[in-house]
């Protein structure tokens, strides 16, 4: 069969605009796309759910390519390594048992389902002052004025950081995004990438400092607390992981939040059987993430070889998985493109599974949940400004860039 030119195709305007019938076609045509290298570089290209949750399950697949490297290799890598790829090193998103267990282990606590019910009511308080702020507007941009102050400020209390740095979070977040996607990354983006993991690191190294004082009841404190208790983490992987969880806790759920008005915009009358069962409101959050899932496409690397099916993924093979395909696969859910608020079961895998599951999914659905609930409370008759949506060039995160709403009185 000819190979479809992949990369090419995931870098369009076309895919940026509607990656779902290239998605589909994929799916059909060769769910199990490899690409293979003049130097022996091979890629994969997962489109079916099964094949994806399989991947994301199984310890086979991994997320530490350096171990692969030979000894040495590994080191002097390490050591070239530019300052934002040595904080994204420390990062339990790629990292692998044992470093990823203790590190994940250090944040759990703080993301149980508990603990986010708890927060509800000052999530709910957040999006109210948001609304607020723009009730005197006609128009809004939707995802600067609304779906971004909200999980900026969640994360920034639930960290300890000031929420009015929010401008300063949003800059490192735009620039560590383009680092996470799949385009090219130019001398540029290099330089800046450097730089602000300079910046991000004076300003936890200082806020480390200041809570070391004088703690309180915050996530940042809680990690100081168990480094004191003899819990094995140096300063710079707690500065890695409080950037991680300020870049996680926000970019992705902007883009639920975006998504999801854009959804509800386009069928009214979604929107009103919504509004008119506000008990639908987790089904229908599960809903936005399985129909426009915020993260597309995530990879791991192979440690030892597998078969899946009839392929041979051998040792050292990169191996993306398109969750934004799995989640629109007909084997697993029933007429996949039709947005259902009541669809149950719904196993999607926009948090991805196994490991590496999203540790902020209580967090984000109930952020979703109340955001749309305020917003569509507030105002009944909301419209999008324009013809068409200018989605964020990414191939990784899927969200409008922006989402101009008129309010019609
Ligand atoms: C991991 C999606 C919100 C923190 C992940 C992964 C996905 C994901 C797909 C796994 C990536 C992989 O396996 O390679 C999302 C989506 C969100 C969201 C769609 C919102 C709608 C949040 C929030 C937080 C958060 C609010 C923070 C508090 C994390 C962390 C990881 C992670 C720390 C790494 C977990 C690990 O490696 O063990 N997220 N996320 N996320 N997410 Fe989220």
Redesign the pocket.
């Known amino acids: 069969m000819p190979q479809l030119d992949l990369t090419e195709q995931l870098k369009s305007p076309t895919y940026r605009d509607n990656p779902y019938p290239i998605l589909e076609d994929l799916r059909l045509k060769q769910p199990q796309y490899l690409q293979t290298y003049e130097n022996g570089a091979r890629i994969w290209f997962l489109t079916k759910y099964d094949d994806v949750s399989f991947v994301?399950k199984d310890s086979r697949f991994i997320?530490e390519w350096r171990s692969l490297l030979p000894e040495e290799e590994r080191w002097v890598s390490g050591q070239r390594e530019p300052a934002i790829f040595q904080m994204f090193q420390k990062?339990?998103?790629?990292?692998d048992p044992p470093a990823?267990t203790r590190?994940?282990g250090l944040?759990n606590k703080?993301?149980t389902p508990r603990m986010i019910e708890s927060m509800r009511p000052r999530i709910e308080a957040i999006a109210l002052s948001v609304v607020a702020s723009l009730r005197e507007k006609d128009r809004f941009d939707c995802v600067a004025e609304y779906a971004f102050p909200i999980?900026v400020a969640?994360?920034a209390e639930?960290l300890g950081v000031p929420t009015e740095d929010r401008d300063l979070f949003r800059e490192w977040s735009t620039v560590l995004a383009r680092f996470i996607d799949l385009s090219d990354v130019s001398e540029d983006d290099l330089a800046r990438g450097s730089e602000i993991a300079h910046e991000m690191m004076h300003y936890f190294r200082d806020l480390l400092m200041v809570r070391r004082v004088a703690p309180r009841d915050d996530l940042i404190s809680a990690m100081i607390a168990s480094e004191e208790r003899g819990d094995r983490l140096s300063e710079d992987e707690m500065i890695a992981?409080c950037v991680?969880?300020l870049f996680?806790?926000?970019?992705?759920?902007v883009?639920?939040i975006s998504n999801a008005v854009y959804l509800l915009l386009r069928e009214p009358d979604k929107r009103q059987e919504l509004l008119l069962h506000k008990e639908l409101f987790p089904t229908a959050v599960d809903e936005f993430?399985r129909i426009e899932?915020?993260?597309q496409l995530?990879?791991?690397f192979v440690a030892e070889d597998v078969m899946i099916g009839d392929a041979q993924f051998r040792r050292g093979d990169e191996v993306n998985v398109s969750?934004a395909a799995a989640n629109r696969d007909p084997a697993q859910f029933k007429d996949p493109d039709r947005m259902d608020l009541r669809r149950s079961p719904n196993r999607h895998?926009?948090?991805?599974?196994?490991?590496?599951?999203?540790?902020?999914?209580p967090?984000?659905?109930a952020?979703?949940e109340i955001a749309l609930r305020v917003l569509f409370e507030e105002w009944t008759a909301l419209e999008h400004v324009g013809e068409k949506i200018d989605w964020r060039d990414s191939t990784v995160f899927r969200g409008p860039f922006t989402l101009p709403l008129a309010v019609r009185r």
């Open positions: 994301l997320k990062w339990m998103l790629f990292r990823h590190l994940r944040v703080t993301f999980p969640v994360i639930m992981t991680l969880i996680a806790g926000h970019e992705t759920t883009n639920l993430l899932s915020p993260v995530t990879s791991r969750l895998l926009a948090f991805a599974a196994g490991a590496h599951f999203c540790i902020g999914a967090l984000a659905r952020e979703g």
